[in-house]
């Protein structure tokens, strides 16, 4: 029989990860039976959990339905059972070899375990040579060199989190991947871990999904299972347990790196809540939308000062300090897909946001019209990313295929750079933080859907923007873009400490004594 091609494959969302964060040798999970025991019972739970909500929206079906004139419940299970087994062809099969099905699929986690070496499995006949182990161990180390980037990818049923290793030598690949619960739908890196007592730097990923709870997973864990640990819980009715968190699937993520305890999600539900991380509980949630909120983003400079923007058209930024809901509001044209700070301006409170329109806005916090307007693209501009070292250089994507690299340095933005990245439609888009131009993007091509763009292969952006970094127009690719001078220490800089006054001081405290103020400490 031949193989069919996958149904979908596409690329969701992704997130770099910046140098040294990973381990040089992440480690390999082992396995248990009490954790398999516990897997198994959790993934029953989860299922049943399932059957218990089809069954709800089932019978509001069947309520609506039999309140037309003339059908009858009766009828409609009739109806309902005649359709679903002409389709499925189930006639020959009985309630009790579902059951037996259904319990062997779960079970199938047992033949899953993974072994720390050929030498411990069991179904492994040729067994691991010394010579080959040291080989695999280097092969499999990360350098100080590298970059991770954290890619969430949906192929056919799957949904998998792919974690690439990438270097300035072009070298690209997979280092590992784990198998999601749940379609990923956006993407957050962040070091600070709760569940470290000494508040070590980690190396972690929070990932919203079309579930409404947040799981965050160790990306310097091989073969694990389950998340480090989550943010919410879904309501059970049947046992009477209250929902905490959002209701409906979470779209966007921002983590506060000037107060690392602070993790922001916005969801379908109309919400954002502010999560304090050192507790896993809801520290505050704004309620001001009228539809789904796609984007966020915390400003550079102010802890408490938070950018969304949602499919009702509007951008709003808020002041989280205190009780109150208070923030500016600027209505634009179509659905807001993408919000960010421009944190090169001459202006610190200028932030950029883009829309389903095709269209780039330049907002100025204290003004009631938007600066610039831009027609950057003919369909939905999905994702937009300045240069993390290089002023005034943007990059957009868009679902018209296209990438367009834009100087908004001036007052009047200018195209420096459109091409059809052949990734289909586009879907996400990140920068290296230690590289000023090299970009990673997504799409929906089956056969090609991402890919890593150093955009110094344009001639055009060489003699846009190499200056603007110390690089000469006519530098050559293999040239340092961290440290082109060669001097001093090319290690990315700790982010800045903002000092709160007595009126300016959040309610989320940061908390004293984490991993950042260490780092602060040794400069």
Same mark, same amino acid.
């Given at each position: 029989?031949?193989?069919?091609?996958?149904?979908?494959?596409?690329?969701?969302?992704?997130?770099?990860?910046?140098?040294?964060?990973?381990?040089?040798?992440?480690?390999?999970?082992?396995?248990?039976?009490?954790?398999?025991?516990?897997?198994?019972?959790q993934t029953k739970d989860n299922i049943q959990e399932l059957e218990e909500v089809k069954e709800e929206d089932y019978e509001a079906i069947e309520n609506e339905a039999s309140a037309a004139p003339g059908t009858s419940k009766k009828a409609l299970r009739e109806d309902d059972t005649i359709d679903f087994d002409s389709r499925y062809?189930?006639?020959?099969?009985?309630?009790?070899?579902?059951?037996?099905?259904?319990?062997?699929?779960?079970?199938?986690?047992?033949?899953?375990?993974?072994?720390?070496?050929?030498?411990?499995?069991?179904?492994?006949?040729?067994?691991?040579?010394?010579?080959?182990?040291?080989?695999?161990?280097?092969?499999?180390?990360?350098?100080?060199?590298?970059?991770?980037?954290?890619?969430?990818?949906?192929?056919?049923e799957a949904a998998i989190l792919e974690v690439y290793v990438y270097n300035e030598e072009g070298s690209l690949y997979v280092h590992h991947d784990i198998l999601l619960p749940a379609v990923p739908l956006c993407m957050e890196w962040l070091n600070y871990d709760p569940c470290d007592e000494q508040l070590k730097p980690a190396n972690?990923?929070?990932?919203?999904?079309?579930?409404?709870?947040?799981?965050?997973?160790?990306?310097?864990?091989?073969?694990?299972?389950?998340?480090?640990?989550?943010?919410?819980?879904?309501?059970?009715?049947?046992?009477?347990?209250?929902?905490?968190?959002?209701?409906?699937?979470?779209?966007?993520?921002?983590?506060?790196?000037?107060?690392?305890?602070?993790?922001?999600?916005?969801?379908?539900?109309?919400?954002?809540?502010?999560?304090?991380?050192?507790?896993?509980?809801?520290?505050?949630?704004?309620?001001?939308?009228?539809?789904?909120?796609?984007?966020?983003?915390?400003?550079?400079?102010?802890?408490?000062?938070?950018?969304?923007?949602?499919? /009702?058209? +509007?951008?709003?930024? &808020?002041?989280?300090?205190?009780?109150? =809901? $208070?923030? %500016?509001?600027?209505?634009?044209?179509? *659905?807001?897909?993408?919000?960010?700070?421009?944190?090169?301006?001459?202006?610190?409170?200028?932030?950029?946001?883009?829309?389903?329109?095709?269209?780039?806005?330049?907002?100025?916090?204290?003004?009631?019209?938007?600066?610039?307007?831009?027609?950057?693209?003919?369909?939905?501009?999905?994702?937009?990313?300045?240069?993390?070292?290089?002023?005034?250089?943007?990059?957009?994507?868009?679902?018209?295929?296209?990438?367009?690299?834009?100087?908004?340095?001036?007052?009047?933005?200018?195209?420096?750079?459109?091409?059809?990245?052949?990734?289909?439609?586009?879907?996400?888009?990140?920068?290296?933080?230690?590289?000023?131009?090299?970009?990673?993007?997504?799409? /929906?091509? +089956?056969?090609?859907? &991402?890919?890593?763009?150093?955009?110094? =292969? $344009?001639? %055009?952006?060489?003699?846009?923007?190499? *200056?603007?970094?110390?690089?000469?127009?006519?530098?050559?690719?293999?040239?340092?873009?961290?440290?082109?001078?060669?001097?001093?220490?090319?290690?990315?800089?700790?982010?800045?400490?903002?000092?709160?006054?007595?009126?300016?001081?959040?309610?989320?405290?940061?908390?004293?004594?984490?991993?950042?103020?260490?780092?602060?400490?040794?400069?």
């Amino acid at each position: 029989m031949e193989e069919t091609e996958e149904s979908v494959n596409f690329i969701t969302c992704a997130v770099w990860v910046p140098r040294g964060a990973a381990k040089t040798n992440p480690e390999k999970v082992e396995i248990s039976k009490e954790d398999l025991a516990r897997i198994i019972a959790q993934t029953k739970d989860n299922i049943q959990e399932l059957e218990e909500v089809k069954e709800e929206d089932y019978e509001a079906i069947e309520n609506e339905a039999s309140a037309a004139p003339g059908t009858s419940k009766k009828a409609l299970r009739e109806d309902d059972t005649i359709d679903f087994d002409s389709r499925y062809q189930l006639k020959d099969y009985d309630e009790d070899d579902e059951e037996e099905d259904k319990m062997n699929q779960i079970l199938q986690l047992g033949s899953m375990a993974i072994h720390a070496s050929n030498e411990e499995d069991p179904y492994v006949t040729v067994k691991d040579d010394e010579e080959d182990d040291d080989s695999e161990v280097e092969n499999h180390a990360i350098m100080s060199s590298d970059n991770l980037i954290a890619v969430g990818h949906v192929e056919g049923e799957a949904a998998i989190l792919e974690v690439y290793v990438y270097n300035e030598e072009g070298s690209l690949y997979v280092h590992h991947d784990i198998l999601l619960p749940a379609v990923p739908l956006c993407m957050e890196w962040l070091n600070y871990d709760p569940c470290d007592e000494q508040l070590k730097p980690a190396n972690l990923a929070a990932i919203g999904s079309m579930s409404p709870v947040i799981e965050v997973w160790d990306l310097d864990l091989v073969n694990c299972l389950e998340p480090a640990f989550t943010l919410g819980q879904k309501g059970k009715k049947k046992k009477k347990l209250p929902g905490v968190g959002h209701k409906k699937p979470v779209l966007s993520l921002a983590w506060n790196r000037q107060m690392e305890h602070v993790l922001a999600s916005g969801s379908v539900d109309e919400t954002v809540i502010l999560w304090d991380l050192q507790h896993g509980t809801v520290a505050k949630q704004l309620k001001s939308f009228e539809e789904k909120v796609q984007s966020l983003a915390w400003h550079h400079q102010e802890p408490h000062t938070l950018a969304a923007g949602s499919c /009702d058209g +509007k951008v709003r930024i &808020f002041d989280c300090r205190g009780d109150d =809901e $208070s923030c %500016k509001t600027w209505k634009l044209e179509g *659905e807001v897909e993408a919000v960010l700070w421009d944190n090169f301006s001459s202006s610190p409170y200028n932030c950029l946001a883009s829309t389903d329109k095709g269209k780039v806005y330049m907002i100025d916090a204290r003004k009631e019209q938007p600066l610039w307007t831009l027609d950057a693209h003919t369909d939905t501009c999905s994702a937009m990313r300045l240069s993390p070292k290089c002023p005034g250089c943007l990059v957009t994507v868009s679902s018209d295929k296209n990438v367009k690299i834009w100087d908004i340095h001036s007052e009047k933005p200018t195209l420096v750079e459109c091409k059809d990245a052949k990734l289909g439609t586009m879907t996400c888009l990140a920068s290296c933080p230690d590289l000023p131009f090299v970009f990673c993007m997504g799409g /929906d091509n +089956k056969k090609n859907n &991402f890919k890593v763009w150093d955009i110094r =292969e $344009s001639e %055009k952006v060489r003699g846009t923007f190499c *200056e603007r970094v110390g690089l000469p127009a006519d530098c050559d690719m293999d040239v340092d873009q961290e440290n082109p001078a060669g001097e001093g220490d090319s290690r990315p800089q700790p982010v800045a400490s903002q000092g709160a006054t007595a009126n300016s001081r959040p309610t989320f405290k940061k908390k004293k004594g984490g991993h950042l103020d260490k780092r602060r400490r040794k400069f």
